[in-house]
Nanobody
Framework: QAQLVESGGGLVQPGGSLRLSCVAS?????????MGWYRQAPGKQRELVAG??????NYLNSVEGRFTISRDNAKNTVYLQMNDLKPEDTAVYYC?????????WGQGTQVTVSS
């Protein structure tokens, strides 16, 4: 059974850091095309925060230099290191995995940046 399990969200003060993890389990994920993180704030559309495919990474402009996406292929895990967090980073963060033309989503993890 294909499953994406996210962890690492929470409440943090501005300027703080969090590290999100997403583990892809199940035989569906034997060959992964790409992995990434999206976020959705209340009243806003879901947006791509960071993606990784092969050796290529891409980032949302507003997080460039603060967030880093990485991937452990042996563990089928994707990470998002988030530094210097700002209140506008507050959102539900979703893991996204592509296997060929199929796309899978995690359940989401809340990140709240507030003093």
């Amino acid at each position: 059974q294909a499953q994406l399990v996210e962890s690492g969200g929470g409440l943090v003060q501005p300027g703080g850091s969090l590290r999100l993890s997403c583990v892809a389990s199940g035989s569906t994920f034997r060959i992964i095309s790409a992995m990434g993180w999206y976020r959705q704030a209340p009243g806003k559309q879901r947006e791509l925060v960071a993606g990784i495919s092969g050796g290529s990474r891409n980032y949302l402009n507003s997080v460039e230099g603060r967030f880093t996406i990485s991937r452990d292929n042996a563990k089928n895990t994707v990470y998002l290191q988030m530094n210097d967090l700002k209140p506008e980073d507050t959102a539900v963060y979703y893991c996204n995995v592509s296997v060929g033309w199929d796309i899978y989503w995690g359940q989401g993890t809340q990140v709240t940046v507030s003093s």
